[in-house]
């Protein structure tokens, strides 16, 4: 059976992801300047990956995670963050985040979610971390779009 071939995003049109791949730097350094570690950072990129199915964004983030700092019991528990004693408050918070603006077209970002997220993370680490989300979901797109391969470890 031969391999289907789609589009390659950031390949057919480069200036395009290119302006994606700056703007990711800049969320990112804007997320370091609001107090948001790098951990922080993965956890939520990580989870929103995995939400939304994106193999490819899933390794790439497994691999930072782990380079922040990140054990594989706590990756192997983020998909049952609300069950699991090993996050914190903190990163609690952020993961309600992330599935909020992973699911942003079922509810929005529901008034609940919104104050209870706002009671826990600065307005600075909100903003920052809305930012890396809607980063990652926009990268999550392109790559299930182009059905991009999941690159070795």
Wanted: charged share 25%; hydrophobic share 45%.
């Amino acid at each position: 059976m031969a391999a289907e071939r789609r589009v390659h995003l950031s390949r057919s049109a480069r200036p395009a992801y290119d302006a994606l791949a700056a703007f990711s730097r800049t969320v990112g350094e804007f997320a370091a300047e609001a107090g948001v570690d790098e951990r922080l950072k993965e956890l939520v990129q990580l989870h929103a990956s995995q939400l939304n199915g994106c193999a490819y964004c899933v390794r790439v983030h497994v691999d930072r995670a782990v380079a922040a700092g990140v054990d594989a019991d706590v990756i192997a528990q983020l998909a049952v963050w609300r069950e699991s004693g090993v996050f914190t408050e903190r990163e609690r918070a952020a993961l309600e985040l992330a599935e909020a603006f992973t699911f942003i077209h079922e509810d929005g970002i529901p008034d609940d979610v919104y104050d209870r997220v706002g009671g826990v993370l600065s307005e600075a680490e909100y903003v920052a971390l809305s930012w890396v989300l809607v980063s990652i979901n926009a990268f999550n797109r392109i790559t299930i779009a182009g059905r991009y391969p999941v690159p070795p470890k």
